[in-house]
C-alpha cells in the first residue's frame, strides 16, 4: 500500500474530487494548508519581500493498493496542473498496515 500526500490550489480540489472518485479511489482526507515553495519565485514575483509568504493550499491524502498509484498520481497531476508556478507537490510514501477500527479488518481489506 502507498499513501499519496499532495498539495493543490483551492481552485482545483473539486475537480481532482471528482476525477479521483470517477476511478473509484475508495476515500481522502482533506486538510488547509498553508507552504512555502520556491522562495526565490515568490521573491521576483514580489521584490519588496523579505521574507517569503506562505500560500493556501489544499493537503489530499490517500492510502491506496500499490497497483492503483500511478493512475490516481497520474490523474492528480493532470487534473490540477495549470503550467503556473504553485500548482503544488506530489508526494507517495510506503504504508505499512492499515486497520480498520470499526471491524479489525487489516490491509486491503481495510481501505474499501
Keep these: 500500500m502507498k499513501k499519496i500526500q499532495c498539495y493543490i490550489q483551492h481552485k482545483k480540489l473539486e475537480e481532482v474530487r471528482g476525477k479521483l472518485f470517477e476511478l473509484g479511489v475508495p476515500g481522502l482526507s482533506v486538510i488547509d494548508a498553508k507552504g512555502i515553495g520556491k522562495p526565490l519565485s515568490q521573491f521576483e514575483s514580489m521584490p519588496d519581500a523579505k521574507v517569503p509568504q506562505f500560500l493556501p493550499r489544499v493537503e489530499i491524502t490517500i492510502v491506496l493498493e500499490d ?46
Design 67 to 112: 497497483e492503483a498509484v500511478d493512475e490516481v498520481v497520474d490523474t492528480i497531476a493532470k487534473t490540477a496542473h495549470t503550467g503556473n508556478l504553485g500548482d503544488g507537490k506530489i508526494f507517495i510514501l510506503p504504508v505499512e498496515e492499515a486497520i480498520r477500527i470499526r471491524t479489525g479488518e487489516r490491509g486491503k481489506q481495510a481501505l474499501y
